[in-house]
């Protein structure tokens, strides 16, 4: 591994953006870091610090970083998209779709259908066995949560081809057409007590954040400190005089959450947030210079998503391995607590990296490459694969795999979903895009 690093980062062409690499890596890590150090497991159930010390709450305006990786991933879905139009085949918009498509899901699906069908399996053992109790039945529940991400970065990708058409036509216009849908969605929700519509905020506000990477591809950012200004004071004015709590992460029993769905509140802390990293690049390009920096940022790229989705597997296996072994789990915040944090963190990290080593060969990128005009319909398969996974992930991460042989549901757009039909039509979705692409590959 170390040899193709270097041989890898040795080959970064000049124009290369390192800085969106750092970002993308700093802000998975981020994440993992926070979900970490948020969980106050007691051998009685897992909590959430941020709820035992809400003084705590203010530190999200930092850490609550998601927002930097859907920018992130707005610039790198406009260059690749691009650079397949200029390879194109003249009259083959469709087959450049799913080439995109194919090449972009397969980076997230395969890690992604490793986790479920391993995780699956596990889960289908304990239950056949009796267990699925205590701690093993909280992290059959939780151990998928973070695959909300995966389904709404699908999204992201289903939707670059027409976003960046507006883009190209109206600019920030179609960043301020996107934030206004937010907008009036949190009016209905909140003003007119509309049921149901605030859900169109998952796609407004995250859709809106992507938009601003479009913005940063074209350098159309050219303000960074009044959009950092501006982001934080509205959403400082959202949460001191609207609806909207003070975190920007879920919290436990919460009426209202900046979360799920996404609020106005968490779409201007994405302002902020996109403002603030703008403002380090280029201290941050001068530091990426250097050779041995930048071979860490590119090794860690090859492996982010796959130590983002085991990451609470390794947590929940720590928690487990020093309830079994007698440790004590001191009450979470006080000093024990505190002083027991340098040992969990260093544990979870070492069994991640020991998952990341068992699973890193499914985070492999794979190539793009638009068919010829014959290979008609591709798009539309691969578009229809992809809005099977996206629903699939999205209903597993909100199941999960608890009480697997009882049939257990959540609601996914109204509709009840279990984790058998969550993976089917992950799997079956993943199929559509395959043979879109073979589709594709034959015609060329």
Same mark, same amino acid.
């Given at each position: 591994? /170390?040899?193709?690093?270097?041989? %890898? ?12 690499? %750092?970002? *993308? ?8 870091? /926070? ?12 909590? #959430? ?37 200029? =390879? ?10 799913? $080439? ?21 399996? $596990? !889960? ?33 990708? !289903?939707?670059?081809?027409?976003? %960046? =058409?507006?883009?190209? *036509? ?12 937010? &907008? ?50 509205? !959403? ?18 919460? =009426?209202?959450? #900046? ?15 996109? /403002?603030?990293?703008?403002? @380090? *690049? ?17 090794? +860690? #790229? ?6 983002? &989705?085991?990451? &609470? ?8 391995? &020093?309830?079994? @072994? ?21 544990? $979870? ?19 793009? +490459? ?72 034959? !015609?060329?």
């Amino acid at each position: 591994m /170390g040899s193709s690093v270097r041989e %890898l980062a040795g080959a970064t062409p000049v124009t290369r953006d390192r800085y969106v690499d %750092l970002l *993308r890596v700093a802000s998975l890590g981020a994440v993992v870091l /926070g979900h970490w150090l948020m969980a106050a497991v007691t051998p009685d159930g897992v909590g #959430n610090l941020l709820a035992v010390v809400p003084a705590l709450q203010p530190l999200t305006w930092l850490l609550q970083v998601m927002p930097v990786f859907f920018f992130v991933g707005g610039f790198s879905h406009a260059l690749s998209y691009r650079s397949l139009l200029r =390879k194109r085949p003249a009259g083959s918009a469709d087959s450049v779709y799913s $080439a995109f498509l194919r090449a972009r899901l397969q980076r997230l699906l395969r890690p992604t259908m490793v986790f479920v069908l391993v995780w699956g399996a $596990a !889960a289908l053992l304990v239950q056949l066995l009796g267990g699925g109790g205590g701690l093993t039945g909280v992290t059959l529940r939780m151990v998928t949560q973070p695959l909300w991400f995966i389904g709404i970065y699908l999204a992201m990708v !289903a939707f670059t081809p027409p976003l %960046l =058409k507006l883009h190209e *036509r109206y600019g920030w216009g179609a960043f301020a057409g996107l934030a206004g849908a937010a &907008l009036a969605v949190d009016v209905l929700r909140f003003a007119a007590g509309v049921p149901y519509v605030e859900f169109l905020n998952f796609a407004f506000v995250w859709l809106a954040v992507h938009q601003l990477g479009f913005l940063r591809a074209d350098g159309r950012i050219r303000r960074p400190a009044l959009l950092a200004g501006a982001g934080l004071v509205a !959403a400082g004015a959202l949460v001191a005089f609207g609806p909207y709590p003070l975190s920007m992460v879920g919290m436990p029993g919460e =009426k209202v959450s #900046n979360m799920a769905p996404p609020t106005l509140a968490l779409l201007c802390h994405g302002l902020w947030l996109v /403002g603030a990293v703008e403002l @380090l *690049r280029t201290p941050a390009a001068r530091l990426l210079e250097r050779p041995r920096v930048w071979r860490t940022v590119v090794a +860690a #790229n090859g492996v982010a998503m796959t130590a983002f &989705l085991w990451h &609470l597997t390794a947590m929940f296996g720590v928690y487990g391995a &020093l309830l079994a @072994l007698d440790v004590e789990l001191p009450e979470p915040a006080s000093a024990a607590w505190w002083a027991q944090v340098p040992l969990r963190l260093a544990l $979870a990290a070492a069994l991640t990296a020991g998952l990341v080593a068992a699973f890193r060969a499914f985070e492999r990128p794979v190539s793009a +490459a638009p068919g010829s005009p014959g290979a008609t319909g591709a798009g539309p398969l691969a578009a229809l694969g992809a809005t099977l996974c996206l629903l699939g992930v999205l209903g597993l991460s909100m199941v999960g795999f608890g009480d697997l042989l009882h049939g257990r549901t959540a609601l996914l757009i109204a509709i009840p979903v279990s984790a058998p039909a969550a993976v089917a039509m992950t799997l079956g979705g993943w199929l559509l895009v395959e043979r879109a692409g073979r589709a594709g590959r034959a !015609a060329r």
